[in-house]
Each structure stands twice: as C-alpha cells, then as structure tokens.
C-alpha cells in the first residue's frame, strides 16, 4: 500500500509550493517507505510514498501516461485484485504496458473507460487522476472503504490525503474542532460517522464514492451500495456459493512479489482464511505460510470467561498451526508496553481511537514487518455474517440505536456540563442513527424481524465495520505494513446481505452459514469454536497503569481535556470498583480499563495537535 496527497488551487501557481507539497508527503512516509515522489503544475500538485509489493523496481508514481495530445497523472493507495483480467483486456484494446503493476492498469483503465472504470475494479483502493486537458481531478475511494481518502475543500482550494496528517500539514488548514466534532469524539467515538473528519473543514470521502474537482467546484457522487435483493438460493447452495467466493478472493488477494502471512487467532475466520492460503501455496508450491499470533503476558493467568469473550485463543492457535504446518511466530506484549504504545497510535489515526485495542495492533504490526510486507486478516466476518452478541440479543435488537454503544447516557455524563449543553451528545447520537436507519434499502415482502435484521446488517457494514477498517489501515500502514481484507470483497459482501437471517444462523449458530460453507475445509471442532474476540489484556497492572495516567491527566490544571469533561464524575469512576467493569461502552472489548486508555488519548491528541475549540 502507500500514501497519497495533493491540493489543487486556482487562484495561485503551485509550482513555486513544492516545498509544502514535499512537506505534506513526507507526513506519510510510514504509509510507503520505500519510495517517494511528486508532480506539480500550475493548478495541481501530487504526492505519493510507495511502498513496493507487486514489480518493486517499477511502478513509481506519480505515474504519468500519455493518450494522443492529453496528460493524465495518477497517485495510487491500493491492490486491484483482477488487474490480470483488465491488462489482457487493454491490450485488447490497443494499451501497451511497461511495468506489470497493477498501478499501470489503474490508470490505463481510466484512460479507456473514465470514471467507468470503477465498475470493472476489483480491490481495495484510494486513489486521484490528473486529467491535463480537461483540467480536472477525478479521485475515488473502494467500494467497502478498506483505504482512506480525507479532503478539505473551500473556495477555489481543495486538498486531499490518505490521513488527516497530510492535510494538516498544509499552511491553510488549521486543526479546529466544533461542536460535531467534539460529539464524534465523545459519543459516537471511536467510530465515526461516514464522511465525518472530526476536525473543521475536513471530510472522508465515504465507501463507493467518488469526485471530480474542477473550476466549476467539486461533485461527490457514489458510484456502489448495498442493494436489497430477493434471495433464491436455498441453505446448501448458498453455502456452496459463500465457499467458492471466499477461495476465489483469497486466492486473489495472495498475489504479491513479497511474502504474505496470515494472522491467525484459531477462530473461526483466520482459521478459514489461513487454511485456504495454506491449501494455495501447497497447490502451486510457494512454500510453507507463516501465521501470527498476539498474546499478553501473564494473560492466560488473569483471564476469566465472559459473555463478550467466552474463551482464550492460545489452545485454538497451537491446534491450527499443528493441523496446518504453518511457520508460526507466537507476539507477546507486557503491560508496559501496551500502555506506551497508546500514544503512537494517536499519531497513526491523528484522533484517539480504540484505546489498548488499537495499541496492541501497532505493536503485533510493528513485529509483523520484521518478517513480512503483505498479511491477510479476518475482517468484516463478523459484520456481513452477523457474529457479533449484539445480533443475538434482544436488548440489543430493541435498543433503536447503535447496538455497540448502549452506554451513551453513562458517556454522556462524563462531559462537562456547558460541553453536553453544546453539543447536545444524546440528540446527536439519535440523529446520527436515525440516518443511518433511513439508508437501509428495504425489500418487498419482509415482516418486521425480517427487516430489523436487514438493519442490523446494514448498520453493522456502514458503521461499526469502517471502525475496525480504519483501525487496521491505521496502525498497520504505520509501520508500513500492508494488510488485506479477503471478508471485504464486495461480490461477497453484497451476496452474504441479502442471506435471509433463518439461512445465516443455519443449524442455529451465529454466523451459521459460513460454518456450513467451510465443512471439510476446517476441522470439526474450530468449525464449531464460540466466537471470542481481539485479545485484549486482562493483567490488572494494565488497569493501573491507565488508571494512574488519567489520575495525572485530571490533577494537571493545564490539561486542554479538564474543560470537556466532568472531572469529579471521571475521578469518582477512576477510584472506585466500576472501573474493573467487564460490560462495555463500545463494541465488545472498551469496558472500564478502556475508558481511562481513550480519555489518555483525547488529551493526547488534544495536546499535540494543539487542537482549538470553536
């Protein structure tokens, strides 16, 4: 993967900015650091870091190509799956290519066909054309949002950036926040609303949208959602179907010049994913996979089954590695550690985040590039095949809002009470769930349960999917390490949304129909392993570590956080039991231990991105 940035203004001559522009991607260096580059003319300057997994001595960019008298340039952040199939297709064509990246088939696609292109694209992409005649940039984000793409437009300027650091990095942007973002930060955080950038003026292009940005101004289109269809298939054929389409995406998403590993957890999802590289690579003799794992020390010693992690993964991990013969590489991390690493993973997301969770990704990531570039992971599963509790109870089904934040009256509490009265957080969180409730295209013919569940499906895939998608992206790529998603192939997505939810929890099991589709691909009792999340640590050393650093943050009077929140509330919970609590207040992982971790980052992030308020 790699990073990608530029602005373009019509009112000033770029060409004496390069300084800014260079500034502006070096801010991305750890999204690509084995290559750099720009291009600028009087209106429009581009950058990109690269960093090199298919033809690494081609392929840089910004990538220039000639079509009769016009000049189209192009920065690419992004895998495209199929690029075989539309090379043989251009060279049908008339194209001639010099590299075999698929970056030479982006942009030769676009040539061809213009933003039509994107039909015919399979992968995970971000990227922004240059079109020197028509005087225009056309930009583009993947259908699922895997790779980002932030913007800020004003008049006559727009500037763009695989992270929001590549934006702040440019002279006319300043970091403010107002009322919604404060709102994304303390009720719907650390999700965020699709489009939403948090900071003032700042946007993210949402998943199946694309822009054109020209004198005229600019014009966001989307060009893919999820669609509502009849589904006809019965229980095995649909299986069947789900099967054939996870190994064809797998398989396609193994294609790389540098090696691929696979993160294993011994769950259901990476067991299947690995399994299936395991079964490629034996086919067609690449050798033997290395699979990773991430552990806490001390944890197998503190950790007690609950409701929202039911068992450990340590045993499943060994079971699959012995089963598989994989090469595996056992990550440990102490508390120290973890509780350290809380800051770089601010300055990954340029926001606070998921706390430890996003923490402990950075540290397994960092390992990870050691010994590989390109790793497969497990998610979305969970999302499109509905293994989360929330799907499976009913407070949750009944609860009309976001099933994994019902803790918004408790969070909203914690604020300051002007802040709350500004920001309004219940009133917000309402809204923002309401919207989404209003995008869900219904089907014809559903009963009540039918439809609340093609809901929750929806909301899970629009809302709480691009979390755990930016997470990844976040903390892998700062470290420059490319993760794929094989779960988040839209053919797959838009086939598993329409599965009636009695064929989904077939043979009565959350995520039922995958189970079926993966029998004799998994042995029987990984088939049938109870769902247990992302490891988190249960060391209570980690609870005082977070503990006693928000404790410091609250007694330091020059704190930019003490004004947002409600500093005796925040003491109170800080020192009293509840915050060994094991129910959480977002997803399934960020109960008590977590709280204190995000409030350490939105000082942090406060502090260091000296964040204005207005």
Same mark, same amino acid.
């Given at each position: ?35 750099? &580059?720009?291009? %600028?003319?009087? !209106? ?11 033809? +690494? =001595?081609? /392929? ?95 008049? &006559?300027?727009? %500037?763009?950036? !695989? ?11 300043? +970091? =403010?926040? /107002? ?436």
């Amino acid at each position: 993967m790699c990073g990608i940035t530029g602005w373009i203004d019509w009112s000033h001559d770029l060409t004496q900015e390069s300084a800014t522009l260079e500034k502006m991607t070096d801010t991305l260096t750890a999204r690509g650091p084995d290559a750099s &580059g720009t291009w %600028i003319t009087a !209106s429009c300057a581009l950058g990109h870091r690269r960093l090199s997994v298919i033809d +690494p =001595e081609n /392929g840089l960019q910004p990538m220039i190509r000639q079509a009769g008298d016009n000049t189209f340039v192009l920065v690419y952040n992004g895998e495209l799956y199929n690029a075989l199939e539309l090379k043989k297709e251009l060279v049908s064509r008339g194209h001639t290519f010099t590299t075999t990246c698929d970056t030479e088939v982006l942009l030769a696609a676009y040539v061809e066909w213009g933003p039509e292109a994107l039909e015919r694209f399979n992968g995970i992409f971000a990227f922004a054309v240059w079109d020197s005649n028509e005087q225009k940039l056309f930009a583009a984000r993947d259908r699922l949002g895997v790779k980002p793409f932030f913007y800020s437009r004003t008049e &006559g300027l727009f %500037i763009f950036g !695989s992270e929001p650091k590549a934006i702040l990095a440019h002279p006319s942007f300043k +970091p =403010e926040v /107002g009322a919604e973002g404060l709102a994304e930060i303390f009720i719907i955080g650390p999700a965020r609303t699709p489009g939403q950038g948090v900071y003032r003026e700042l946007t993210e292009l949402r998943a199946g949208q694309c822009l054109t940005v020209d004198r005229s101004g600019v014009r966001v289109q989307t060009y893919w959602k999820l669609e509502s269809q009849p589904h006809e298939d019965d229980v095995q054929t649909t299986a069947s179907k789900v099967g054939e389409l996870l190994r064809d995406t797998v398989e396609r998403q193994l294609i790389s010049d540098v090696p691929v590993c696979t993160l294993l957890s011994g769950g259901l999802d990476s067991s299947a994913l690995t399994t299936l590289a395991v079964n490629y690579y034996n086919s067609t003799g690449q050798g033997i996979v290395d699979t990773f794992s991430v552990d806490y020390v001390d944890n197998d010693k503190h950790f007690k089954a609950h409701a929202f992690q039911p068992n450990a993964d340590a045993p499943w991990i060994k079971r699959m590695t012995e089963h598989l013969g994989t090469r595996h590489h056992n990550i440990y991390f102490d508390t120290p550690e973890l509780a350290g690493a809380l800051d770089e993973a601010v300055f990954a997301r340029d926001l606070p985040g998921m706390a430890d969770v996003d923490a402990s990704l950075y540290l397994f990531c960092r390992e990870i590039k050691q010994n590989a570039t390109v790793a497969i992971s497990g998610e979305a599963a969970d999302e499109i095949f509905g293994g989360y509790p929330w799907f499976h109870r009913e407070e949750s089904l009944q609860a009309r809002t976001f099933p994994w934040a019902l803790a918004s009256g408790m969070r909203a509490d914690l604020l300051a009470p002007d802040i709350a009265d500004w920001i309004k957080p219940l009133d917000y969180i309402e809204a923002r769930y309401a919207e989404a409730i209003g995008e869900v295209p219904t089907l014809a013919g559903e009963d009540a349960a039918q439809q609340r569940m093609r809901e929750m499906s929806y909301l899970n895939i629009t809302r709480f999917m691009p979390t755990l998608l930016d997470r990844k992206d976040r903390m892998s790529m700062a470290v420059g390490l490319e993760v794929r998603v094989p779960f988040c192939d839209h053919r797959l997505v838009q086939y598993v949304f329409n599965i009636p939810w009695e064929i989904k929890t077939a043979g009565d099991r959350e995520k039922g129909i995958l189970r079926q589709a993966l029998k004799g691909v998994l042995p029987d009792d990984v088939l049938t392993r109870k769902k247990s999340p992302y490891p988190k640590t249960h060391n209570p050393n980690y609870l005082e570590a977070v503990r006693s650093r928000l404790l410091e943050v609250l007694a330091d009077s020059s704190s930019p956080l003490l004004q947002l929140i409600n500093v005796k509330k925040i003491r109170e919970i800080a020192e009293s039991d509840a915050a060994t609590s094991n129910i959480p207040w977002f997803g399934q992982l960020m109960s008590g231990p977590q709280l204190f971790a995000y409030l350490t980052q939105v000082d942090t992030w406060l502090r260091t991105y000296k964040v204005s308020i207005r």
